[in-house]
């Protein structure tokens, strides 16, 4: 257990070190951050002195060595368009895409769950088929599409729910939550379906053709042999064991939830981390965007830690010494 | 060796009846949704080639729109203009054309950054899985980094550094290479594990053995007789990425990091459609919208069909 732990630290690490290396590049090579910085008036001695203080003059190594020591710390400098440091604008809103991903998340969840049972009990019947050709479609409609036809038809048509923006907000010490009022509900309902609708097609086409794995299985005809109803075979033995791969696949596409956030966020205006790195790429204010790369790789990173931990939790042939055991490398 | 036009007359009939004969043609006239893909996906293609020719007005020719005919909704709706069969944008120009030309430039770049990480991740993945060892070790981590985040992201990133480091002042002429670097970098990975793996089968056969035996230098290896035998399936990852690209293109352009309005792509069009959804203009952006979502529809269902069809386990 513990030599699997720190194998995968050694592993997460690593993709943090290289990520690190593509910001760190990504901040000094592209463009000179000195006349980013400055205005047009500032005399060259200025701009040389400013250098110096960068520290822009010291050895590449050296330079990176100071990047990666400021980033553990959450010091991600200066944003060239905004002029304010980057770290502080990134909290300001990384409650509003964390509130959205989370959402979307649970309805994801909430709601292909029981739409891959249904479709993996029933596998010919018409609500199936209709429920995975739709999906398909899903599937193939881009992102910001879906939430344009969700605005068309539930904004603009009927008039029922806010196209644009957080709503009703409430300051929590630093944590802006729209949780709290039926406003910020309300904003949240068109957003969190558009992030979480090819999750929902994702988890329901796994958690169907899982169904149908299991359903073969010798214990379930063996449980249906000892004359459990129906209801405890499917939800008793069936579906907890198909749930496994969702809480993993469902885990990894949280950190893909909150990078695709970025389209969601620019269609509905919300006031995310995604929207702020869009700006940011259009106005090639590298800062932010060098921040917003290590944030986000650092998410993927945890989850992923966390994703495989929980499998080595929920899955006790995992646990087998991996000295002995094939195939688990 | 040269052959003469006979036998390449001969060897083109041949491989043209043995394909009508095939499974691949049989699976083909046996799956009717496959076959109206297949019919639109053409219609696209014709469409793109042929636009100028094709589309009823010229949307760039200033000359030829004017301001009367603008916000007029689509031909069968009331106010309608017989002229402009789904209707014109805020500034008058025939969103049919419009859509026409607009396809032209998806395609065009949809295919170009495929051909782009074609032959990036099929190169990277021949090195990778001929050479081995710690070149091997460098492009499989660096592949498994870029794996992990979502392609859209990696887009977005190479795409802000590229207008960083060039000059932005000339972004509209240099939008084209921007969004093809950016999309066509951001997807080889796929492309470099396949044939990675199956050009470490290769390696070992004998034939490549043989080559080795009489002295053919690797990269004369490589390229004419392990290439030919890996690029199947890539032929399939081709197929199913052209539709990504499609799409990646569209959101790139919809978050406004793609083509400007002057050249507007599919996803251009959508963009600045929706600015209009709200006052009742909803066919500026629709129109253009479903012509893209049956687009990339149309695409994924000929790939799927196509993997399908090429692996028979899978059937």
Do not use: C
């Not at chain 1, 899903?138 to 196209?163: A, E, K, M, R």
């Not at chain 2, 219609?43 to 100028?52: D, E, K, Q, S």
């Not at chain 2, 600045?272 to 893209?292: C, K, Q, R």
């Amino acid at each position: 257990m513990v030599a699997f732990i720190l194998r995968r630290l050694i592993q997460s690490l690593f993709v943090m070190f290289f990520v690190a290396l593509v910001s760190f590049s990504m901040f000094r090579f592209v463009g000179d951050p000195v006349h980013q910085m400055v205005g047009i008036e500032t005399s060259l001695e200025e701009r040389e002195a400013l250098r110096e203080k960068l520290g822009l003059r010291d050895p590449v190594i050296v330079q990176f060595g100071n990047y990666i020591a400021k980033a553990a710390v959450l010091e991600f400098g200066v944003s060239y368009q905004h002029k304010r440091p980057v770290a502080e604008m990134l909290a300001e809103r990384m409650p509003a895409t964390l509130e959205l991903a989370l959402v979307s998340a649970v309805f994801s969840l909430l709601i292909g769950v029981p739409m891959g049972v249904y479709t993996g009990l029933n596998r010919d019947g018409f609500f199936s088929k209709m429920f995975l050709s739709i999906s398909l479609v899903g599937i193939s409609l881009p992102t910001f599409l879906i939430g344009i036809l969700l605005i068309f038809v539930f904004s603009v048509q009927l008039n029922w729910l806010p196209s644009f923006g957080r709503g009703g907000v409430v300051d929590l010490g630093g944590w802006t939550t729209s949780f709290l009022t039926v406003d910020g509900w309300k904003s949240l309902i068109l957003p969190s379906i558009t992030l979480g609708l090819f999750q929902l097609t994702l988890i329901m086409r796994l958690v169907r053709s899982e169904m149908l794995e299991v359903l073969r299985t010798d214990y379930i005809k063996f449980a249906r042999a000892r004359g459990l109803s129906n209801r405890a075979v499917h939800f008793g033995h069936a579906l907890k064991n198909t749930l496994v791969p969702v809480i993993t696949i469902t885990g990894l596409q949280l950190g893909s939830i909150i990078a695709f956030a970025i389209i969601t966020e620019t269609v509905f205006q919300w006031p995310g981390m995604g929207q702020m790195f869009l700006q940011a790429v259009t106005t090639v204010d590298i800062p932010i965007m060098a921040a917003y790369l290590m944030l986000i790789a650092f998410f993927f990173v945890v989850i992923n830690l966390i994703v495989d931990m929980l499998y080595y939790v929920v899955d006790p042939r995992l646990r087998v010494d991996t000295g002995k055991a094939t195939g688990h490398g | 060796m040269a052959e003469t036009p006979m036998t390449t007359g001969r060897g083109w009939t041949d491989s043209i009846r043995r394909f009508f004969d095939g499974d691949i043609w049989h699976s083909f006239t046996r799956s009717p949704v496959t076959m109206v893909a297949a019919g639109i996906t053409f219609l696209y293609f014709f469409m793109a080639a042929f636009g100028p020719w094709i589309a009823p007005h010229n949307p760039f020719d200033l000359a030829s729109i004017t301001l009367l005919d603008a916000s007029l909704p689509p031909a069968w709706m009331e106010y309608g203009d017989p002229r402009f069969w789904l209707g014109t944008d805020i500034q008058g120009r025939d969103v049919l054309s419009a859509i026409i030309y607009g396809s032209r430039v998806s395609l065009l770049i949809g295919f170009a950054s495929v051909i782009l990480s074609l032959i990036l991740g099929v190169g990277l993945g021949l090195i990778s899985g001929f050479v081995g060892g710690a070149v091997d070790a460098f492009i499989m981590r660096v592949a498994e980094i870029q794996l992990s985040f979502p392609s859209i992201l990696i887009a977005l990133l190479i795409n802000g550094v590229l207008r960083g480091a060039m000059d932005i002042q000339d972004q509209a002429d240099l939008a084209y290479t921007v969004l093809i670097l950016s999309i066509g970098l951001s997807n080889w990975v796929q492309y470099a594990r396949t044939v990675r793996g199956s050009t470490m089968v290769e390696r070992n056969k004998e034939y490549v053995q043989a080559a080795h035996v009489i002295g053919i230098r690797p990269i004369l290896i490589m390229w004419r007789h392990i290439l030919p035998n890996v690029l199947g399936p890539v032929l399939v990852i081709a197929t199913i990425q052209l539709a990504l690209a499609i799409i990646a293109e569209a959101t790139l352009s919809f978050l406004g990091v793609g083509l400007p309005p002057t050249e507007p792509s599919l996803g251009t069009l959508i963009r600045v459609g929706n600015d209009y959804l709200f006052s009742g203009e909803w066919w500026i952006t629709i129109f253009p919208g479903a012509a893209l979502a049956i687009l990339v529809l149309a695409v994924n269902l000929l790939g799927d069909w196509l993997r399908d069809a090429l692996n028979p386990k899978l059937r």
